[in-house]
């Protein structure tokens, strides 16, 4: 590890597939920093809940763009996590039992808490 380099990244998307290309950049985002060793969570907040729900992430965002289904997969197997609003999630009546299994609900205190006193990395999408 690079001396000064932080060993967490949040990723924290707002949008669902109403804007596949924004969730495509968020999940290589996220992939790149859990496949090089970060400990990565996703925060999914509004429409973005929706993707932490079983298949949802579905389709290809652009020519030449690879399948949500494979980024979310590739996510998973690489460590990453998902936190998921709560508030959101309710909102839109979303069953618990459709979470995946590298998802939990979550608000700002459990997203605090996973940062802790660490240095993080923080993209907004």
Known sequence: MLVGMTSKAVVSLITGLEDTEKVTVAFLVALGAAEHGRSTLMFLTKEAVRLA????????????CPPLPELVARFRAAGGRMLVCPICFDARHLAKDTLASNAELGGTVQLWQWIGEDNVTAFSY
């Open 53 to 64: 729900t079983g298949e949802v992430a579905q389709g290809v965002a652009c020519e030449g």
